[in-house]
Every structure is written in C-alpha cells, then in structure tokens.
C-alpha cells in the first residue's frame, strides 16, 4: 500500500494511519497529519540511549515511580489534525500511567520526561524545535542530547535551555527528584 493510498479526503494521514504504517514497516512520525519518516540513527545515538534508560531504570524500577517507554513508542499529542511524536525515552509517572497498563498503540498521556538523543540527520534548531513542542504539549522536562558534541540540554517551560558538558551531572529536578547520573558515563568515559 502506497501512503497516498491511505491519505483522508484533507490529505492529511492519521494515528491510525501511522499505527499500520508501522506494520508495514515504516519509520515514521506524524506531525499535524503530515508524514515525517525517519531513519536509524546509528551506534552511536542507540548507546547513548541505551545508557541514559539504563541509569533512568536503576532508579525508577525498584521505587516503582512509573513506567519507561523506549523504541519510539508513539505520543499522541494532538488530534483533527494528528500528531504523534517518537521520543527515545519517555517516563510516565505512575499517577499518570498505571504501572500495570497494557496499551498496544500510541500512549494518549503526555510524559512527565522526554529524552531526544540528536539524529545525525537533525539541526540543533530541530532538536530545540522538538523540545518546544514536548514542553508546549504539557512534558515538563526535557532532555536534548547531543553526541557530537558531548553536550545536553534541559528544557522546562518557563525557563532558560541549560547546556550541559560531560563533566557535569545530570539530575532528575522535581520530575525524578534524587536521580543524578554524570553525563561522562552516558557519553562513555
């Protein structure tokens, strides 16, 4: 099936397109109704994000705080036109999201945190722009991570982006308060 094959009378595709888009195969997320495909990001991006759900998990998992979500699981965010955004690690707090939940689509909750590893493919303007738009959509923390340049960036609505090197340690602020990591560990060594 072809993707204009799918496409409403407004031209515009829906979650429940993306969702049998994916069963077909492709890599996608959707933003106001519009396609946007994505590609594998490499070693490099998967090990970051890798370590960062690591370290998130050693800390969420036994205090039963909630549930990770990696893999690009898919948030809906709006509808009429749809958008569902793909983030490389989302933590639902168990107020929001039952820890016993089995939803088989798109989470319809918005993340209380939400980490983007930066896509060779992505402009740092990009990465800012999507973590606009998590924070405008109700995540109120979000992790920007950088692996060209070893940096990070926290954004929190109603604050200044703070940058990050990997001689710095990463907290969890009110969402994870506790939680730390140093980013030296993420970025390996």
């Given at each position: 099936?072809?993707?204009t094959?799918?496409?409403?009378?407004?031209?515009?595709?829906?979650?429940?397109?993306?969702?049998?888009?994916h069963?077909?195969?492709?890599r996608?997320?959707?933003?106001?109704?519009?396609l946007?495909?994505?590609?594998?990001?490499?070693?490099?991006h998967?090990?970051?994000?890798?370590?960062l759900l690591l370290?998130?998990g050693?800390?969420?998992?036994?205090?039963?705080?909630?549930t990770?979500l990696?893999?690009?699981?898919?948030?809906?965010?709006?509808?009429?036109?749809?958008?569902?955004?793909?983030?490389?690690?989302?933590?639902?707090?168990?107020?929001?999201?039952?820890?016993?939940?089995d939803?088989?689509?798109?989470a319809?909750?918005?993340?209380?945190?939400?980490?983007?590893?930066?896509?060779p493919?992505?402009?740092?303007?990009?990465a800012?722009?999507?973590?606009?738009?998590?924070?405008?959509?109700?995540?109120?923390?979000?992790?920007?991570?950088?692996?060209?340049?070893?940096?990070?960036?926290?954004?929190?609505?109603?604050?200044?982006?703070?940058?990050?090197?990997?001689?710095?340690t990463?907290?969890?602020?009110?969402?994870?308060?506790?939680?730390?990591?140093?980013?030296?560990?993420?970025?390996?060594?």
């Amino acid at each position: 099936m072809a993707i204009t094959d799918i496409t409403s009378e407004t031209g515009l595709l829906t979650a429940d397109d993306l969702m049998r888009l994916h069963g077909e195969g492709v890599r996608a997320e959707l933003i106001r109704g519009v396609l946007h495909e994505t590609m594998p990001a490499g070693v490099r991006h998967g090990k970051i994000a890798a370590k960062l759900l690591l370290q998130l998990g050693y800390f969420v998992e036994p205090r039963k705080l909630g549930t990770l979500l990696t893999a690009d699981p898919g948030v809906w965010l709006e509808r009429d036109p749809d958008t569902v955004r793909a983030p490389d690690i989302a933590f639902l707090a168990e107020s929001t999201m039952a820890l016993n939940a089995d939803i088989p689509g798109f989470a319809e909750v918005v993340p209380e945190l939400v980490v983007e590893v930066r896509s060779p493919s992505d402009s740092r303007r990009e990465a800012r722009d999507k973590a606009r738009m998590w924070n405008d959509h109700g995540v109120r923390l979000v992790w920007v991570v950088h692996p060209d340049t070893r940096t990070l960036d926290v954004h929190q609505p109603g604050q200044a982006v703070l940058t990050l090197t990997a001689d710095d340690t990463l907290d969890g602020a009110d969402v994870l308060a506790g939680f730390t990591c140093t980013l030296a560990d993420i970025f390996g060594g």
